[in-house]
């Protein structure tokens, strides 16, 4: 997949090609966003669809050439899932084994001593939303009552047809790198109804431009800092997030004071997580949405009780297994150290400051 244009731009920018790939094709999807809002919106679903599937094909292709068939293979076989076993355990079980299988072979396969972009990247921000996508559709199948209010908003009453799913999986605002959504949103978005102005595209222009911004602040400062651009894909999250905005995916309602809402998809909160002096505050601050979305109880309790479940899902998130378990285990630690010292702090009884007149 190398090009001569794009190497040589890797190497004025002292980068990798892989790298420069993934930027250019999360850049790319703020005027697929514009072609959506201003060419398809409130269109026959069908249309929306095939759009956002070739052009998620378009990008798997561009980053990973023919290798883009394993996530077409996972997407059929999650929709074979869902049309043969229907709203059972049985499906559930099947997709979580496939899925989770599927990646951590693909792991075993491409594993090297260093951090690398390949197709195992997306596909594991696939894997979790195909696995999400059998719970929603099993929750569909149960009685209101027995629903919390997440599932409630998630839950799967109709099993989605195959334009509806390649839709869904490819989408372009999500697909390499997330953030995780489910199926609902993104009916609500085919459907036009993800807006502040009913009937209307919605008015994110502004905040996507604000999203994006930050992105670029941040990406100058760490290349400045740096005497090359990192391969971490940590700062693409601002970039991916601002798509999102900008398609009406973010929309997330009102506040209590009737402010509109547009981080339904945020994953990072830069300035608390520059800015934290607590453990608990740099977790709650990064990996937010897929953080939040594997705590949900869809996950959390309907899979398993276990907390390990957790950490795996964690793991599994950094690409890379092994030390991505530490890192989750160190994030537990962590999280437990900061515990008990905000309630050793909280419990220290400091002496009123001198008044000064």
């Known amino acids: 997949m190398a090009t001569p244009m794009l190497q040589s731009a ?7 090609e892989p790298a420069l790939r993934l ?95 390949k197709w195992t990247m ?46 869904f999986a490819y989408f372009y605002g999500g697909f390499l790198v ?24 919605p008015n994110s222009i502004v905040p996507a431009i604000r999203r994006f911004s930050l992105g670029l602040v941040c990406l100058a400062i760490y290349t400045i800092g740096s005497p090359y651009l990192t391969d971490s894909y940590m700062l693409s999250d601002d970039y991916a997030e601002g ?22 998809c945020a994953n990072m909160k830069v300035w608390q997580y520059e800015t934290t002096p607590l453990f608990t505050g740099t977790i709650a601050s990064f990996n937010i949405n897929t953080n939040a979305w594997v705590a949900s109880s869809s996950v959390a309790f309907n899979v398993t009780r276990s907390l390990n479940t957790f950490f795996v899902f964690e793991a599994l998130q950094s690409q890379m ?6 890192a989750a285990v160190s994030t537990s630690n962590g999280l437990n150290l900061g515990r008990g010292s905000s309630s050793v702090l909280t419990d220290i009884q400091l002496d009123p400051p001198a008044q000064c007149w």
């Open 178 to 201: 997330g953030p995780q959504f489910t199926l609902r949103s993104y009916q609500r978005l085919v459907a036009g109804e993800l807006t502040d102005c009913p009937g209307q595209p």
């Open 321 to 326: 297994p092994s030390d991505g378990y530490g």
């Open 10 to 16: 890797a190497e004025l920018l002292e980068t990798s």
């Open 243 to 264: 798509v999102c905005i900008l398609s009406g995916l973010g929309y997330n309602g009102h506040d209590s004071a009737g402010v509109v809402l547009w981080d339904a």
């Open 23 to 117: 930027i250019i094709s999360i850049l790319i999807g703020y005027p697929l966003a514009l072609v959506s809002r201003y060419c398809l919106f409130k269109k026959d679903a069908f249309l929306i669809h095939l759009f956002h599937t070739l052009t998620g094909l378009w990008i798997a292709y561009f980053n990973f050439g023919f290798q883009l068939f394993h996530s077409f293979i996972c997407i059929l076989v999650q929709f074979l899932f869902l049309r043969l076993m229907g709203r059972t355990v049985t499906a559930v079980g099947s997709s979580f084994l496939f899925q989770m299988g599927y990646l951590l072979t693909g792991y075993y396969y491409t594993a090297t001593d260093y951090y690398d972009i």
């Open 122 to 167: 997306p596909h594991c921000v696939l894997a979790l939303k195909l696995i999400g996508l059998s719970l929603d559709y099993y929750d569909g199948g149960k009685d209101e009552g027995k629903l919390n209010a997440e599932q409630k908003v998630s839950a799967l009453r109709h099993v989605p047809s195959f334009s509806e799913v390649c839709g």
